[in-house]
């Protein structure tokens, strides 16, 4: 872990408001540069919500969210990437008739500005193809290079999208359920690229399983009906009354 105190993402009194009713009430929530950091919660509690917030979905109702001490909420999803902030979904976000590596090339792209066009000089794109083929390695997926990613299987295609987050360039990324419907083999072998790939980021996930909450971050925020209940390392959060009595139950205490 190279965790230190240095905030690179701050989440200030954000409440957000739908229709009438507030979702969020007042979330304060600082990500520390390198730290990985889960966001747990009941169903409903407002993850997603809170992701959506972060990453521009939709703006704050109020509060403030700073990325690197720059104002990023009421930006565009686009311009917070920019910004340096990358999100993977819950559900597939692929191309998949494109090839593995056309998909991260994409974002490699996008990175550096390039739009599609014939007359691009053929070295740029030998850089571009470098780069996004190095990438590719970097989740594992090198053998994959020429495969349509809707013919790959599921944890590869789960292992793109973190590689299409990686190609942006961004230092904050943002998993959501990076584990989700996979067996216990795709969990661990998930797992251990994610540990690897964002040795030098900072990372938030949602994920449910508990195993890989645990096992993998530094620390964790418990929101519970739109607030942070508790925020701390793993032996702080298991051993809190207040997070077991509203959320873990007694079997991890
Ligand atoms: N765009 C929206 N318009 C109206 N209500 C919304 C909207 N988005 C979310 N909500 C409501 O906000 C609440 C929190 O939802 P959210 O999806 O953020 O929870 P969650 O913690 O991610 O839940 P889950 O674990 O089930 O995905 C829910 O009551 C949901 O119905």
Do not use: W
């Not at 494109?98 to 490699?108: F, K, P, Q, T, Y």
């Amino acid at each position: 872990m190279t965790r230190n105190d240095d905030v690179v993402l701050a989440v200030r009194d954000v409440t957000k408001s739908f229709g009438g009713l507030e979702i969020m009430k007042g979330v304060n929530l600082d990500l520390c540069r390198g730290e990985r950091h889960a966001l747990l919660g009941p169903n409903g509690a407002g993850k997603s919500t809170m992701f959506n917030l972060i990453s521009g979905e939709f703006p704050p109702t109020s509060g403030t969210i700073e990325l690197q001490g720059r104002v990023i909420s009421g930006m565009s999803p686009e311009a917070i990437n920019r910004a340096g902030l990358a999100r993977s979904f819950q559900i597939t976000n692929l191309f998949a008739r494109l090839s593995a590596l056309e998909n991260i090339r994409i974002g490699v792209m996008a990175r550096h500005g390039i739009r599609f066009n014939l007359l691009r000089r053929v070295s740029r794109m030998k850089s571009i193809n470098a780069e996004s083929m190095q990438l590719l390695e970097r989740v594992r997926l090198g053998h994959r290079a020429d495969t349509p990613a809707g013919d790959m299987t599921y944890s590869e295609q789960r292992s793109l999208e973190i590689g299409m987050t990686l190609a942006t360039g961004a230092d904050v990324i943002l998993l959501d359920e990076p584990t989700a419907g996979m067996s216990r083999e795709e969990t661990a072998y998930i797992v251990d690229l994610i540990r690897e790939v964002t040795t030098d980021k900072t990372l938030i996930m949602v994920e449910h399983d508990m195993s890989v909450v645990f096992g993998l971050c530094d620390r964790i925020s418990v929101l519970v009906y739109g607030k942070i209940l508790a925020t701390g390392t793993p032996d702080e959060i298991r051993n809190n009354r207040e997070v077991q009595e509203a959320y873990l139950g007694e079997e991890a205490a």
